[in-house]
């Protein structure tokens, strides 16, 4: 999934589900694995090389910079839509709501750092995220059809959130 679904989907789930930020953060998180284990469409990142189903990341190409710069946009619009649908249409709390996308994003921020880091201490990380992932090379799948999907993902998502916050009035 792209940061932009994973923002979206964790900030409903824990704007409906949580009280405080740390129940946030873990609903957030839950999310994260429980989309991601729909089968499903990432762009490729060009900085990426997947060796030995190890990705590594080449700091400092144009790809690199190129990279970055989608990504930065793809979790800014994250949240600035979960800010607009949950604070200020539902009401919830943004605490709540930034909890939710931390929570959300989180496995894939920590699988950049896992390529990064010397030892692999967050190699647990990288298994358990890869336990739940549906596919090895999702971005193979037609681009269209995998924003499409995702975009149906974060509808009915929306739709549920909104529906419910009517029935609990």
Not at 32 to 47: A, N, R, T, V
Not at 81 to 96: E, K
Not at 99 to 109: N, S, W
Not at 114 to 143: G, I, M, T
């Amino acid at each position: 999934m792209v940061l932009t679904t994973h923002s979206i989907t964790g900030a409903a789930f824990a704007g409906l589900l949580a009280t405080d930020p740390a129940l946030a953060f873990t609903v957030g998180l839950a999310s994260h694995y429980l989309f991601d284990s729909i089968p499903h469409w990432d762009y490729k990142l060009l900085s990426v090389s997947e060796e030995d189903d190890k990705l590594d990341f080449k700091i400092g190409s144009a790809s690199f910079t190129f990279d970055i710069s989608r990504i930065a946009f793809d979790l800014l619009l994250g949240l600035v839509v979960s800010y607009y649908l949950f604070v200020s249409l539902a009401g919830f709390s943004w605490l709540i709501i930034l909890a939710g996308v931390i929570g959300g994003v989180l496995p894939d921020f920590l699988q950049f750092l896992n390529s990064k880091v010397k030892n692999r201490p967050l190699a647990w990380s990288q298994k358990f995220h890869d336990f739940f992932h549906a596919e090895k090379r999702p971005y193979r799948q037609a681009q269209l059809r995998g924003i499409l999907w995702q975009l149906g993902i974060i509808v009915v998502v929306v739709g549920l959130t909104f529906t419910s916050l009517a029935w609990l009035k």
